[in-house]
């Protein structure tokens, strides 16, 4: 059964531009999440997409949004790039919603670096 | 707000040692809690998780125990392999404003030498 799978691994932006990240889930899985990871700030919750709606939600700009298609593939947008959104950006997929049987699996994440 | 703390790393130890990470946290309510573990190159993989006070939770020769009265949940393990080294978080999901979140700890980077 193949994992989560983002793409491109790695992404150089300049500031000002906008970027789109891809994650595909785990078949059948149809709760993606998005996460930060940085190390000034560590690993931070972007928001939660389930069935096309977004269910929970982080305290980001909103620069950052997302989206998710029927067949559960999901986009993180982040607009008007700034330097400190270059990050390890990571996926992560669950069959229900964040929530108490919630469990999560990770994909190796994109790096984005903003010039 | 809700928060998780972790000891600062690097640990370093050797083969067959025993490990503690500490991890606290602040929360209302009654979070569920995990240690997930990132290997160089790769996402975040569960290790184990507990999500009521006292519970256990234990993978791969790693335990925790959910402890409300010091809101701990410390990661050991009895006897570390070199394949052990990577970055363990610590995080706790919580429910606040109408939105479930997961919180994260900054990690603690783990180095085992043979």
């Known amino acids: 059964k193949a994992g989560v799978t983002q793409t491109p691994r790695y992404l150089i932006k300049t500031r000002g531009q906008q970027v789109t990240l891809s994650c595909s889930p785990i078949?059948?899985?149809?709760?993606v999440s998005w996460y930060q990871q940085t190390p000034g700030q560590g690993l931070q919750f972007l928001f939660e997409y389930f069935s096309e709606t977004q269910r929970n939600k982080g305290n980001f700009p909103g620069r950052f949004s997302g989206r998710q298609f029927s067949n559960s593939r999901s986009e993180m947008n982040v607009s008007t790039l700034e330097l400190g959104d270059s990050a390890l950006y990571l996926c992560?997929?669950?069959?229900?919603?964040?929530?108490?049987?919630?469990?999560?699996?990770f994909g190796a994440g994109t790096r984005l670096s903003v010039l | 707000g809700d928060s998780v703390t972790q000891m600062e790393g690097p640990v370093t130890l050797s083969e067959e040692a025993f490990l503690t990470i500490n991890c606290t946290y602040t929360a209302t309510g009654y979070p569920s809690l995990f240690w997930y573990v990132q290997y160089p190159g790769e996402g975040l993989q569960l290790l184990l998780k507990?999500?009521?006070?006292?519970d256990k939770g234990s993978n791969k020769g790693f335990e925790a125990t959910y402890r409300k009265e010091t809101t701990s949940f410390h990661l050991e393990k009895g006897s570390v392999q070199v394949s052990d080294s990577a970055v363990y978080f610590c995080?706790?999901?919580?429910?606040?404003?109408?939105?479930?979140?997961?919180?994260f700890g900054a990690g603690t980077r783990l180095a085992v030498h043979p």
């Open positions: 992560a997929s669950s069959l229900v919603p964040l929530g108490s049987k919630n469990i999560q699996y």
């Open positions: 995080a706790l999901r919580t429910f606040s404003g109408g939105y479930n979140k997961l919180i």
């Open positions: 507990a999500t009521k006070a006292d």
């Open positions: 078949s059948g899985h149809r709760s």
